[in-house]
């Protein structure tokens, strides 16, 4: 029941640490992207000093259930990136981010893929506690069989945060009938000046699509998988090289796994 992360060897000359489920970056320090994973029921802190830039990207691919605890604390002119990816059992996930600092930045993009009677639970808190924050949260899902998932964000923007941009979508393609998403999407704003949004969408698989990608020749698994990544592939796109290609393995392992079933 932990966080199992390693640390690159120049993030720990820097002075970043982890101990007892808490990472810490110092002032200034710039973390390339920071693989980690999560098993059981895990309470996970990270703390970003002032000026300094972290990149994280969660992996939850077991095949055992878990339950993530995140609380992440920004300091002023700091900016954390959070990518996920679950294709995991069953999870739950609740995170809160605080943006402390003036001009600190957040940015969260959750992917998942449910097979089987897997159950996805996504909810994410972000505060602007201060003027010219950022906050960018993006949910995006697939659900095959009767999975489930259920993504909930809630974006706040506190008195005396002038300047914060606080956004948030969540959008789901639903591959089975029997597959069901729900989204809840809130803004709590309690400042002028700012710049707040939501979108969130479930829909199904494009039998139009599905019909035409056939009539091409591929069998019906194939187009499935198809559509499956034409959906998914705009939102890792914009991820460096090595993420990529570690969310499509995951994917696509799983995507094999569930036809062999």
């Not at 992360?5 to 920071?34: I, Q, Y």
């Not at 069953?90 to 957040?106: D, K, M, P």
């Not at 159950?119 to 808190?125: D, L, P, Y």
């Not at 969540?170 to 803004?187: I, M």
Request: glycine letters at 6%.
């Amino acid at each position: 029941m932990a966080v199992i992360l390693s640390l690159p060897d120049e993030a720990a000359a820097a002075g970043v640490t982890f101990e007892n489920n808490t990472l810490t970056v110092p002032a200034g320090v710039f973390v390339a992207p920071v693989p980690y994973s999560a098993t059981g029921d895990t309470p996970f802190n990270v703390h970003v000093g002032e000026g300094a830039q972290l990149t994280l990207v969660e992996m939850l691919a077991s095949d055992k259930s878990a339950n993530l605890g995140m609380m992440l604390r920004l300091a002023a002119k700091s900016s954390v990136k959070l990518i996920s990816v679950a294709t995991q059992s069953n999870i739950n996930i609740q995170r809160t981010a605080v943006l402390e600092g003036e001009a600190s930045s957040y940015t969260e993009q959750d992917i998942f893929y449910g097979t089987g009677q897997q159950g996805f639970g996504i909810a994410t808190s972000v505060v602007n506690d201060a003027p010219k924050t950022r906050a960018h949260v993006l949910m995006h899902g697939v659900l095959d069989h009767s999975s489930k998932a259920s993504c909930t964000g809630t974006m706040r923007i506190n008195k005396g945060a002038k300047g914060a941009d606080s956004r948030l979508a969540q959008h789901v393609l639903l591959l089975s009938r029997d597959a069901k998403a729900e989204n809840f999407p809130y803004l709590e704003i309690e400042e002028s000046d700012v710049t707040a949004g939501h979108a969130a969408t479930v829909r199904p698989l494009d039998e139009e699509q599905l019909f035409y990608l056939r009539s091409r020749g591929l069998g019906e698994q194939e187009a499935r998988r198809t559509l499956l990544m034409a959906f998914l592939t705009p939102f890792i796109s914009v991820l460096d090289k090595q993420t990529q290609e570690r969310i499509i393995a995951l994917i696509k392992k799983k995507w094999e796994h569930a036809v062999e079933r």
